[in-house]
């Protein structure tokens, strides 16, 4: 789980950066909610704007979104 953890907010803090962000100032969490969510998860299917859901519809609890979500979003935002 910590390299989990640790993908996405390395993930989240370039997402940040690719849009312009300030480093020092970069909130990664809220940023990269913002850009994920404008894309839809091609994994689970949750359209923009939608969290990610898991087995059952229940929001994920583990993560903010899928990884196949955190990739697209970033390869959308570059
Ligand atoms: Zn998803």
Redesign the pocket.
Known sequence: MRSIRSGVARVTAALALARGADPEHVETEAEARRVYLAVA??????PPGA???GPGGKP?TKQP??D??LAEAFSAAR
């Open positions: 998860c091609p994994w689970c299917k949750a969290r990610c859901t994920l979104a899928h196949a979500r």
